[in-house]
């Protein structure tokens, strides 16, 4: 069975394989979004999502460490690994205390702000593409990719804030005054996301041509976009939590 699931919190896919292992599907691997299943007994495996050092790689000491646990590794992807262990060898916990689950969250954290790099440096070149371009429809499509770019950039700030969030908890449970508390109480708001994907998607509709009807749903759509950014921006800055 392959299921397609898109996820930037480790804690929700790991949630995610667990529930699907309760219910009698083993991950088995994992492409593109793309998640393979097999049948198995239901609750036979627990899965962790684990972050490593590289790219589609782990050492041969964390290799040999997860083997004498009775862990298997099941894939890699990116920065990630996935892990299953056979329930009935017991609880399958990787960071048991805290100093260890603050390495693991920075880790987490520093892979989403390189991807956010990385994001930005698209939105520049798409920002550039633009530029030189004199045709207005032509002009449209690299401004769309911008705004595509840009939500997922929002996206994936708002999993930092939660990240940002869980290190403070952390660190207060063993007296370290958190010193980033500016992304954790103001998480960019959803609606903001939202209003700029809709704003790319339209910018994207080649134009009306000669159909009223065709121009007033484009225009109308853009009038929504556009008040879903304003009302985003307006909550971000508030630093209302949804």
């Not at 449209?140 to 990240?163: D, W, Y």
């Amino acid at each position: 069975m392959v299921k397609f699931k898109l996820f930037i919190n480790k804690d929700e896919e790991t949630e995610y394989l667990n529930e699907m292992a309760r219910k009698g599907y083993a991950m088995t691997g994992f492409a593109l979004g793309f998640y393979t299943f097999e049948s198995c007994r239901p609750g036979e495996y627990i899965y962790q999502v684990d972050i490593t050092e590289g790219l589609f790689r782990v050492s041969g000491d964390y290799r040999d460490f997860m083997r004498e646990m009775g862990v298997e590794i099941v894939c890699l992807w990116g920065p990630w690994v996935i892990l299953r262990k056979r329930a009935k060898e017991g609880p399958f916990v990787l960071y048991t205390d805290v100093e260890s689950s603050i390495e693991h969250y920075q880790k987490i954290k520093k892979a989403l702000k390189i991807v956010v790099i990385l994001e930005i440096a698209c939105i520049l070149l798409e920002a550039i593409s633009a530029a030189g371009m004199t045709d207005r429809e032509s002009v449209m499509l690299p401004l769309a990719g911008c705004c595509l770019l840009a939500a997922i950039v929002i996206f994936i700030v708002r999993e930092i804030c939660r990240v940002n969030a869980i290190l403070a908890e952390l660190r207060a449970r063993i007296g370290q005054e958190e010193t980033n508390r500016c992304l954790g109480s103001r998480s960019p708001s959803m609606i903001l996301c939202l209003g700029i994907t809709l704003n790319g998607i339209c910018l994207a509709i080649p134009e009306p041509g000669g159909s009223a009807l065709y121009g007033f749903a484009k225009g109308a759509l853009q009038g929504i976009a556009l008040i879903l950014m304003g009302a985003g921006i307006a909550i971000t800055v508030m630093g209302r939590r949804e």
